[in-house]
């Protein structure tokens, strides 16, 4: 039994990923998580420490993107007492806390580009500097990060240091979007519904076949955080009922084709839609885009500006 078999997989490109990350936890190696947010990320991190020798040691996570600079490399590496205003006592740093365990580095794209030059320090030599102090520490703590934009990308726009990135990428996992592993879907639904219904005290409601293709049809941009949310919602409002396609928000009935930024085609849902509503509802939205402005809303529609009025009070559109 392996913490690896809580994770959902059936999908083969998530497979080889797993066993991937299988391999890894044995080793003490550095790994960086690529992945949408709410793929899972922090879930595999988790993993891989739990399989690991290290895991009856620490595990801690740092949302590198949640810290301003002022604090974080402090935070990250400690403080001597009189540092800098405020700094009333020695203060330990992650590293410290995490020695013998494993850091996990979240969204550490958003670290700044001194506070890169110190992590690398780590990465190369194993020493931290806390601040002000002049003398390194030596800790021993895996690195795992996480990543949901193109590292490379910002290498190119000299907003991340390349060195870094290499020290980093000893083994990517990439966890695919939830778009991509289309048959997980049910799994999941499944999973989150039997633990909604365990943890509310309730029956989760029935997804028909019809609601079920909405779903695989969707393009997921929050990816499994968002499907555990909508198993939670429709667990606690439709407890014990059955769920149709009615009983999904207009957004789910925009395929995935919307989002591949060809605007010459939509794809009519297998299921159909209600074209009525569709043209409604992209009116609402182009009026709260524009703030009301009716002239920007026919614009960014492509219809005449009469015809947008027409239609504004054919469907009882009131703008602002
Ligand atoms: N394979 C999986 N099986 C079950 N739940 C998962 C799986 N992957 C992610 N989750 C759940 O989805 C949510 C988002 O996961 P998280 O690891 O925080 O994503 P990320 O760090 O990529 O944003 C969490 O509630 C997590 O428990
Ligand atoms: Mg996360």
Avoid at 60 to 67: G, Q, R
Avoid at 238 to 247: G, R, T
Wanted: glycine share 4%; net charge negative; hydrophobic share 40%.
């Amino acid at each position: 039994m392996s913490f690896f078999n809580d994770i959902i997989s059936h999908t083969p490109v998530f497979d080889n990923v797993l066993r991937s990350a299988r391999m890894v936890s044995a080793t003490d190696v550095t790994v960086l998580i690529k992945g949408e947010t709410g793929t899972g990320k922090e879930v595999l991190a988790q993993a891989i420490q739990k399989d690991s020798q290290r895991a009856d040691k620490a595990f801690i996570t740092l949302n590198c993107a949640a810290l301003p600079e002022s604090l974080i490399e402090s935070e990250l590496f400690g403080h001597k007492k009189g540092a800098f205003t405020g700094a009333s006592a020695n203060k330990i740093g992650i590293f410290q806390a995490a020695d013998g365990g494993t850091l996990f580095l979240d969204e550490v794209n958003s670290l700044t580009l001194s506070i890169q030059a110190k992590l690398l320090r780590f990465l190369e030599n194993g020493e931290c500097l806390a601040v002000g102090e002049t003398k390194p520490y030596r800790v021993d703590v895996r690195i795992i990060s996480a990543t949901n934009c193109d590292l490379q990308k910002a290498i190119a726009k000299n907003e991340f240091r390349e060195d870094l990135y290499f020290r980093l990428n000893v083994i990517p996992l990439e966890i695919p979007a939830l778009r991509e592993r289309v048959e997980d879907i049910e799994h999941l639904i499944k999973h989150f519904q039997a633990h909604f219904s365990e943890t509310h005290t309730i029956s989760a409601p029935k997804f028909s076949k019809q609601a079920l293709k909405i779903l695989q049809n969707y393009s997921w941009p929050g990816n499994i955080r968002e499907l555990r949310n909508l198993c939670e919602r429709t667990a606690i409002l439709l407890s014990d009922q059955d769920i149709d396609a009615e009983n999904f928000p207009h957004e789910f009935f925009a395929t995935k084709t919307a989002n591949n930024n060809d605007d010459t085609t939509f794809n009519l849902p297998e299921l159909g839609l209600n074209l009525d509503n569709l043209e409604a509802d992209l009116i609402h939205q182009a009026l709260e885009r524009t703030n009301g402005n009716r002239a920007k809303s026919a614009r960014l529609l492509g219809l005449s500006r009469d015809t947008l009025l027409y239609r504004i009070q054919k469907y009882g559109l009131a703008s602002k």
